[in-house]
């Protein structure tokens, strides 16, 4: 398949999406991540990183795409335009099927299916992780890998910037976390900068477009009356899912529009 120069200055295919035990951090790409939400812990990341470490295994999957193994990856988000969709079974038949924060299958299936095999989220957004399922963190704060420590073990931490799970069931081999530098790559090439961060369904298509052969995406963006919303409960307040003050959804939606023209995901609507 062709591919564009505009494809081309964004994907770089030697970054290294998940975090391991002896990975250290470039140092720009540390400086910008530790930006991103106060950090107040005294510990070094080092520390913190061996702690975990001690909890979850060094990741060992390969995560490379293969064309002879053609790893099918269903991307799904949680917009309102899921609702009604059908798209349930179309969901569940691919290889790996991606989701991320609060999502729900329970009750919805029909529209958004019930497999999941990795879940994106962040300590404010957990939930129980379904059995077979990789928890994958997207850490904001070196709090956040702390929290996946104590969630995974003692459970002492109860507070980041507000009350999160103090456990989290989740299976110890399959736990995974975004490397920060993966985190810092998918703002400065893919949303240039729009925004203070990209949103986690940006850097779970990012992901998904560095570990899988065929890539389609579901519920992301506005339904079709506008509204900004989630599929599982009713939203008040429309627009605020756009005006959040630190993504910026019509750019990441316009990178989406792109992706799906150059051929290199499938959006379905």
């Known amino acids: 398949m062709d591919t564009s120069d505009w494809f081309r200055q964004r994907f770089d295919p030697h970054q290294c999406p998940v975090l391991n035990h002896t990975h250290i951090l470039d140092p720009q790409a540390?400086?910008?991540?530790?930006?991103?939400?106060?950090?107040?812990?005294?510990?070094?990341?080092?520390?913190v990183m061996s702690q975990l470490f001690q909890v979850i295994p060094p990741p060992s999957l390969d995560l490379q795409p293969l064309p002879s193994r053609c790893r099918s990856c269903a991307v799904v988000g949680n917009s309102g335009n899921l609702r009604h969709s059908g798209h349930g079974k179309m969901i569940d038949s691919h290889t790996s099927v991606i989701r991320m924060n609060k999502a729900v299958t329970s009750g919805f299936e029909e529209d958004v299916g019930n497999r999941t095999t990795h879940h994106f989220l962040y300590p404010e957004s957990a939930v129980d992780i379904v059995d077979g399922a990789s928890l994958v963190l997207l850490p904001f704060k070196v709090k956040d890998l702390q929290w996946l420590t104590s969630a995974l073990s003692t459970g002492h931490i109860t507070m980041t910037y507000m009350r999160v799970k103090e456990r989290i069931k989740a299976d110890l081999e399959k736990v995974?976390?975004?490397?920060?530098?993966?985190?810092?790559?998918?703002?400065?090439?893919?949303?240039e900068g729009h925004g203070r961060y990209p949103s986690t369904g940006l850097v779970a298509l990012i992901y998904a477009l560095h570990t899988c052969d065929q890539l389609s995406l579901f519920g992301y963006g506005a339904?079709?009356?506008?509204?900004?919303?989630?599929?599982?409960?009713?939203?008040?307040?429309?627009?605020?899912?756009?005006?959040?003050?630190?993504?910026?959804?019509d750019y990441e939606t316009q990178i989406i529009h792109r992706l799906a023209q150059e051929h290199k995901i499938t959006l379905r609507t």
């Open 30 to 47: 540390l400086r910008w991540w530790l930006g991103l939400q106060h950090n107040t812990d005294k510990q070094t990341l080092e520390e």
């Open 176 to 191: 995974l976390v975004v490397n920060p530098e993966f985190f810092k790559y998918c703002h400065e090439h893919w949303t």
């Open 223 to 249: 339904d079709q009356n506008g509204n900004w919303d989630h599929y599982w409960e009713e939203n008040p307040y429309p627009g605020a899912f756009r005006k959040t003050g630190v993504h910026n959804a």
